[in-house]
């Protein structure tokens, strides 16, 4: 979101997607070791759990030493601290850089002082979607991540697919087929005919062949 350059952009996305395979094997090899620990000892679990989101934490706080359990539980805030402020900070800027001043609204703005009002807004909406969130009754937050996330990545990646794949992909037709992407996966979303992981495929997929077939509606630009 923040390169300066298209060769920087692309380095970006390449170190990205290579190291998003260890790091996803790495996070999933940990739910496989905690439900092994707690099948072999369930007495070690905490009834009262509403969902699976606090088992991590309770084996973090009562089974490891007082001082590692302390250093994990740092870390753990540290890492979602650095994660979302750098969340906060790229999307202020794609905000500043693709739609205000591209689009000429106040260029008179100063860009350090707009990229700071528009982080603290962006701050405030994910603080309300937090609170939110806690409030729901919501059995796994992961399974939440995936769908609000596929909701984006899947008609993103519908669109990278039209174009590197395809000639015909034009604007208009890209745009109706992110549009059904959309209605795709909320349907997905409500009946449940598909695994979790492959929530998103079903919007990359729709996307891209309702993308590609409604191209041929309009004449390219």
């Not at 973090?60 to 890492?79: H, M, Q, R």
């Not at 601290?81 to 008179?108: C, P």
Request: with cysteine; charged share 15%.
């Amino acid at each position: 979101m923040t390169t300066k350059t298209q060769k920087e952009a692309q380095k970006s996305v390449w170190t990205n997607a290579v190291l998003t395979i260890p790091a996803t094997l790495f996070f999933f090899f940990v739910g496989t070791t905690l439900f092994a620990f707690f099948k072999n000892y369930p007495n070690q679990l905490n009834p009262t759990f509403e969902n699976n989101d606090a088992i991590f934490p309770w084996y973090i706080v009562s089974e490891l030493p007082t001082g590692i359990s302390g250093l994990l539980i740092a870390a753990k805030f540290a890492t979602a601290m650095s994660s979302l402020s750098s969340s906060m900070n790229s999307a202020a800027t794609s905000y500043a850089t693709d739609i205000h001043f591209r689009f000429g609204w106040n260029k008179k703005a100063h860009e350090f002082k707009l990229a700071r009002k528009a982080t603290l807004i962006i701050g405030i909406i994910g603080t309300i979607f937090a609170v939110m969130m806690a409030t729901m009754d919501i059995k796994s937050l992961w399974d939440e991540f995936q769908k609000v996330l596929g909701l984006v990545i899947g008609s993103l990646g519908g669109v990278f697919l039209l174009g590197i794949f395809t000639k015909r992909g034009n604007s208009k037709g890209v745009l109706i087929g992110i549009m059904v992407s959309i209605m795709v996966q909320v349907y997905v979303e409500i009946t449940e005919p598909v695994h979790i992981l492959v929530y998103s495929a079903t919007g990359v997929v729709s996307c891209f062949l309702v993308g590609y077939f409604a191209s041929f509606l309009f004449v390219m630009d």
